[in-house]
T-cell receptor, first 115, second 115 residues
Framework: ETGVTQTPRHLVMGMTNKKSLKCEQH?????MYWYKQSAKKPLELMFV???????ENNSVPSRFSPECPNSSHLFLHLHTLQPEDSALYLCASSQESLVLNSPLHFGNGTRLTVT | AQTVTQSQPEMSVQEAETVTLSCTYDTSESDYYLFWYKQPPSRQMILVIR??????QNATENRFSVNFQKAAKSFSLKISDSQLGDAAMYFCAYRSAIRADKLIFGTGTRLQVFP
């Protein structure tokens, strides 16, 4: 079992749908992250949670809504998405978000297609 | 703002040979970490190696080593004795002490390994 698990692996949704991405980490970490990976672009940081508190919202549109009920779980709620939101969404965790040498551990991502 | 540049979109290497992937970054800070991550077809980003800016000695992890040139702001990855399993996307990433919760990635280099 990988340290960071993401579900679903693939998701196809229409622009009017509401869906959620789930991330769970089994590493005892206290920080969790959402990244967006689009083709030929650098990974974009979306949200950071440290000890369940959101510490970063990188100018993400409100159609993306994160939720972190505890340090082990992270959700990304999606509604009224646009086709340009199609991408690979990666979840990561680390010991703490402000510890410089604490590496991020990533999940396998959710491939999202918005039709 | 810090930026990370990977100028080689694709590289190829023969099995058992050595290959070097380039990375440059732009920063005015003195305290930071640099990372190389590998993303195989499974999509999971895997930490390959990391380097603290204050350490002059280049980091080494088995067949992977870096050439860290702080003044030149260069951080290249050398893979020795390349194996078929090394084929993946490789991402260079920067993390500053001031914004340790924000890992900044380059656009990646796709490495192909030929038998």
């Amino acid at each position: 079992e990988t340290g960071v698990t993401q579900t679903p692996r693939h998701l196809v949704m229409g622009m009017t749908n509401k869906k959620s991405l789930k991330c769970e980490q089994h590493l005892g970490h206290n920080a969790m992250y959402w990244y967006k990976q689009s083709a030929k672009k650098p990974l974009e940081l979306m949200f950071v949670y440290n000890f369940k508190e959101q510490t970063e919202n990188n100018s993400v549109p409100s159609r993306f809504s994160p939720e972190c009920p505890n340090s082990s779980h992270l959700f990304l709620h999606l509604h009224t998405l646009q086709p340009e939101d199609s991408a690979l969404y990666l979840c990561a965790s680390s010991q703490e978000s402000l510890v410089l040498n604490s590496p991020l551990h990533f999940g396998n991502g959710t491939r999202l297609t918005v039709t | 703002a810090q930026t990370v540049t990977q100028s080689q979109p694709e590289m190829s290497v023969q099995e058992a040979e050595t290959v070097t992937l380039s990375c440059t970054y732009d920063t005015s800070e003195s305290d930071y970490y640099l990372f190389w991550y590998k993303q195989p077809p499974s999509r999971q980003m895997i930490l390959v190696i990391r380097q603290e800016a204050y350490k002059q000695q280049n980091a080494t992890e088995n067949r992977f080593s870096v050439n860290f040139q702080k003044a030149a702001k260069s951080f290249s990855l050398k893979i020795s004795d390349s194996q078929l399993g090394d084929a993946a996307m490789y991402f260079c990433a920067y993390r500053s002490a001031i914004r340790a919760d924000k890992l900044i990635f380059g656009t990646g280099t796709r490495l192909q390994v030929f038998p």
